[in-house]
């Protein structure tokens, strides 16, 4: 496993499914909190 950090074309695949679980996780949280605003507000 230490190869693995030692090599830079190992670690791009990393970098890119971190940084798209990253905007996903960024997209997904104001998609939530309207969902839980409107909950509150149609009581």
């Not at 190992?10 to 909190?33: D, K, M």
């Given at each position: 496993?230490?190869?693995v950090w030692n090599s830079p074309i190992a670690l791009l695949p990393i970098?890119?499914?971190a940084a798209y679980f990253?905007?996903?996780?960024?997209?997904?949280?104001?998609?939530t909190r309207r969902?839980?605003?409107r909950r509150e507000g149609g009581q």
């Amino acid at each position: 496993m230490n190869g693995v950090w030692n090599s830079p074309i190992a670690l791009l695949p990393i970098a890119a499914l971190a940084a798209y679980f990253g905007w996903r996780i960024v997209e997904f949280i104001p998609f939530t909190r309207r969902i839980i605003e409107r909950r509150e507000g149609g009581q």
